[in-house]
């Protein structure tokens, strides 16, 4: 209870509200928001203590919810967690210490802790922003021998005139900034393509015999990651930098490799490697592969800051570049939209009409529009006639750059869509000997060498594009699915459907729903059979003559056939068109 004469006003704290409104203010701050894992970490860190979950902020829980590591993390073997924080604290100092800062409250990140802290920032015109006012005095009873101060009208005063005096000179900056030409948005600056130095690479094996060997190690990344079309490889003052070291531990090999950008020696991604071979020359030129294929992949650290750019614009009239069509190209190949592809085309186009021999963009636009024919085709179309222009245009690109592994995959799916699966594997098969490293080619020859019956060889290509991607677009996952339905493992067909279905309208939920009445999980079938019913085009053509434009395996349909009469589809809707009610159509 509070004595006679003390104040009873409580310490106030700032709203959810106003948290949110710093943390927006921090994560629109380019020293943040070019680093996606600072940005995430910041993010979460936030929200959860906002939801009162403080005592799961932990090393672990960051590492694996953030991160993406692995359950099995160890916070004392893998210093990421500690790293970004301490990175994420120094900037949160910089940004409120020099005056960034136009919010009410800040957000502190406390030495030695990772639940973050929440205060009003300190008044420039000395009371907290936002806080009630409140006369202490006038609630205080009088104490016996103090003496009361006279002075709070002149106090009173005096603080008017200095808010009459800030008032006019805002209004004088204020006028002076209206005569001045505006700054172009930030918004408005279109990325470029990513630039990346590779460092140097520590013998931490204890064998100095090695030093040699591992030395060649950086240059071999360097020449793996010059082999993809969107990054560009720079011997220095590139945005971000590469490095790490390899280790020997029971005669197996590790390499641990760390990514630093914005311009600051922070870590900004990190990735461990264990190649399986026990020699030092194939298990060190294996790791080269992997380690090039998670930087250089669409889904990798070095084109997060272009996409996190992309995913904020709110207007596509921005001028083309090769690099901003090839995020929108990104964008389409992760989740298979309509919209997304006409977008890309769009950009494309019209790079195109100003630049007609473009090979890149030449072999973008076939492959997209090759998708776009197919998706729209009904089974008695002649997919070769209508992708002529596609086929013409791939050719092209091929022809203008005959040592691009990119030009040639694309090639390929053009190829493959129409039906030529033949002529699609050549192609696919430059692509992977052009670029080892891109596992998109990887997995598209994987898949055609399937649809082909080289179910081995076709799974093996596919389970190895997953297991080096940590974050694998859906399609990815086709030929796993596929297979699973074909060798009757239930369960694992409706997993790997299930993350296909992400991005795929299709084949995703079809395997699913196929998959499930099988093995009793009626939840799936609840799930994805209006999905199915609900689809124009299996309306339009039927289910089974729709999904045979790819499904040329005939055991495939077979499977395909059967768990979907199981799962109730109408014997009549896998053969013909048929409403939205499941009904056929006269």
Not at 269 to 285: C, F, K, N, Q, R
Request: charge should be negative; charged fraction near 20%.
């Amino acid at each position: 209870m509070a004595e006679e004469g003390e104040s009873t006003v409580p310490e106030l704290a700032p709203s959810p509200d106003q948290v949110r409104a710093a943390l927006d203010e921090l994560l629109g701050w380019p020293g943040i928001s070019r680093s996606p894992q600072l940005t995430e970490l910041l993010r979460y860190v936030v929200e959860k203590t906002l939801g009162g979950e403080e005592g799961s902020i932990k090393a672990y829980s960051i590492a694996v919810d953030v991160f993406g590591r692995p359950q099995s993390f160890d916070p004392q073997a893998d210093p990421i967690v500690r790293v970004q924080a301490r990175r994420l604290r120094t900037l949160l100092e910089q940004f409120y210490d020099t005056g960034n800062s136009d919010s009410a409250v800040q957000i502190r990140l406390p030495l030695g802790r990772y639940v973050p802290e929440f205060g009003f920032a300190t008044p420039k015109g000395g009371e907290t922003p936002d806080a009630p006012q409140v006369d202490v005095a006038a609630h205080r009873r009088p104490v016996v021998g103090v003496p009361v101060w006279p002075s709070r009208r002149f106090f009173f005063n005096a603080l008017l005139g200095l808010c009459f005096t800030l008032v006019g000179v805002g209004l004088a900056v204020g006028l002076v900034r209206w005569s001045l030409p505006a700054r172009p948005s930030a918004a408005a600056t279109v990325p470029d393509f990513p630039s990346v130095t590779v460092g140097s690479f520590d013998n931490l094996t204890g064998e100095p015999g090695l030093d040699a060997t591992i030395a060649q190690f950086g240059p071999q990344l360097s020449a793996a990651l010059a082999k993809f079309d969107t990054i560009k490889v720079t011997p220095d003052a590139a945005t971000m930098v590469v490095h790490g070291s390899i280790e020997e531990k029971d005669g197996k090999f590790t390499v641990k490799a760390l990514l630093s950008g914005g311009g600051t020696t922070g870590i900004v991604w990190s990735t461990e490697i264990a190649p399986p071979s026990l020699d030092v020359g194939p298990a060190l030129s294996g790791a080269v592969v992997t380690l090039a294929a998670r930087l250089g992949n669409a889904s990798g650290p070095l084109h997060a800051p272009g996409r996190a750019w992309l995913a904020e614009q709110t207007s596509t009239t921005v001028l083309p570049t090769l690099y901003l069509c090839d995020l929108r190209y990104m964008t389409w190949r992760d989740n298979r939209r309509m919209s997304d592809a006409t977008t890309a085309i769009g950009c494309y186009d019209r790079l195109i009409a100003t630049d007609p021999d473009n090979a890149t963009a030449l072999a973008a636009v076939s492959g997209i529009k090759a998708w776009r024919d197919h998706y729209t085709a009904d089974p008695k179309t002649d997919l070769t006639k209508v992708m002529a222009e596609e086929t013409t245009a791939a050719a092209r690109a091929v022809s203008l750059q005959p040592a691009d592994a990119f030009v040639y995959e694309q090639q390929g799916l053009v190829l493959a869509r129409q039906g030529s699966l033949d002529a699609a594997l050549g192609a696919l098969g430059k692509a992977v000997e052009l670029n080892p490293a891109s596992m998109d080619a990887l997995a598209a020859n994987g898949l055609v060498l399937w649809l082909t019956q080289h179910y081995d060889d076709g799974n093996a290509l596919a389970e190895r594009t997953l297991s080096t991607i940590s974050s694998p677009p859906p399609w990815y996952y086709m030929t796993r699915a596929f297979e699973a339905l074909r060798e009757r493992r239930y369960y694992d067909a409706i997993v790997a459907a299930q993350a296909l279905a992400a991005g795929d309208e299709e084949y995703g939920p079809t395997v699913a729903l196929a998959a499930a009445p099988v093995i009793g999980r009626s939840d799936i079938v609840d799930r994805y059979k209006p999905e199915v019913l609900q689809n124009p085009v299996f309306q339009s053509n039927g289910i089974l003559p729709r999904l045979g434009l790819m499904m040329k395996p005939q055991v495939l349909l077979d499977r395909m056939h059967d768990g979907l009469v199981l799962a109730g589809i109408p014997p009549a809707d896998l053969t013909g068109p048929f409403s939205a009610d499941g009904t056929p159509r006269p």
